[in-house]
């Protein structure tokens, strides 16, 4: 007996088989993602993947959302100290950088592309990065210090198009240092139009 609450036990298995499902996403790519594949990484058996999960479907669906919640999460925290000042909005960038980043976006992209072509995904895959998309875009505005609402959406919008490109296309760059000469122009061009009258 392992002393641990049966409630406590079952999320704990939820979340390790989460947690496989991101994984299996960043090293298999949706196609390669497998049930099997999950129950073996998370080291269950299948009639526990079953008891939480019924089907591969409903797996991923869970996986949206908890990629959502594990973004969400690196970007709260990120900015929980965000300096009020001049320094303030590349500290915002910088966050929303580190939170469009790492294995939780990269699963988050293979699932981006699947639900181009799979409605079912796609209905659960909407809410969930819209709800994300907004609670960013509220921390945006909040901490980025651009006082004009439209030039605050536009500059949030154009950030995001931006950090989740660079994200995608990382690995077909060989000098790692463009990214941060992008962003840096990126932050140039808007510091100049907060500053035109």
Same mark, same amino acid.
């Given at each position: 007996?392992? &002393?641990?609450?049966?409630?406590?036990?079952?999320?704990? *298995?939820?979340?390790?088989?989460?947690?496989?499902?991101?994984?299996?996403?960043? *090293?298999? &790519?949706?196609? &390669?993602?497998?049930?099997?594949?999950?129950?073996?990484?998370?080291?269950?058996?299948?009639?526990?993947? =079953?008891?939480?999960?019924?089907?591969?479907?409903?797996?991923?669906?869970?996986?949206?959302?908890?990629?959502?919640?594990?973004?969400?999460?690196? !970007?709260?925290?990120?900015?929980?100290?965000?300096?009020?000042?001049?320094?303030?909005?590349?500290?915002?960038? %910088?966050?929303?950088?580190?939170?469009?980043?790492?294995? $939780?976006?990269?699963? +988050?992209? @293979?699932?981006?592309?699947?639900?181009?072509?799979?409605?079912?995904?796609?209905?659960?895959? =909407?809410?969930? @990065?819209?709800?994300?998309?907004?609670?960013?875009?509220?921390? !945006?505005?909040?901490? $980025? &210090?651009?006082?004009?609402? @439209?030039? +605050?959406?536009?500059? !949030?919008?154009? =950030? %995001?198009?931006?950090?989740?490109?660079?994200?995608? *296309?990382?690995? %077909?760059?060989?000098?790692? *240092?463009?990214?941060?000469?992008?962003?840096?122009?990126?932050?140039?061009?808007?510091?100049?139009?907060?500053?035109?009258?």
């Amino acid at each position: 007996m392992t &002393g641990i609450p049966r409630k406590e036990q079952r999320q704990r *298995t939820r979340e390790t088989l989460l947690d496989a499902t991101i994984e299996c996403l960043v *090293t298999h &790519g949706y196609a &390669g993602t497998t049930t099997q594949r999950i129950q073996d990484l998370a080291g269950v058996s299948r009639g526990a993947l =079953l008891h939480h999960f019924g089907s591969k479907s409903e797996l991923l669906v869970a996986a949206i959302h908890h990629t959502a919640a594990a973004r969400l999460d690196r !970007f709260t925290r990120l900015v929980a100290e965000l300096d009020e000042g001049p320094e303030a909005l590349e500290q915002m960038v %910088m966050a929303i950088r580190e939170a469009m980043a790492g294995p $939780s976006f990269q699963a +988050a992209i @293979e699932l981006w592309a699947a639900s181009r072509t799979d409605s079912q995904l796609r209905d659960a895959l =909407l809410p969930a @990065e819209r709800t994300l998309g907004a609670a960013l875009h509220r921390l !945006f505005d909040q901490h $980025s &210090g651009i006082d004009d609402p @439209e030039l +605050a959406r536009t500059a !949030f919008e154009s =950030l %995001m198009v931006l950090v989740r490109g660079l994200e995608l *296309t990382r690995i %077909m760059r060989d000098d790692p *240092t463009v990214d941060d000469r992008i962003v840096a122009d990126w932050l140039a061009g808007l510091r100049a139009r907060i500053a035109s009258p």
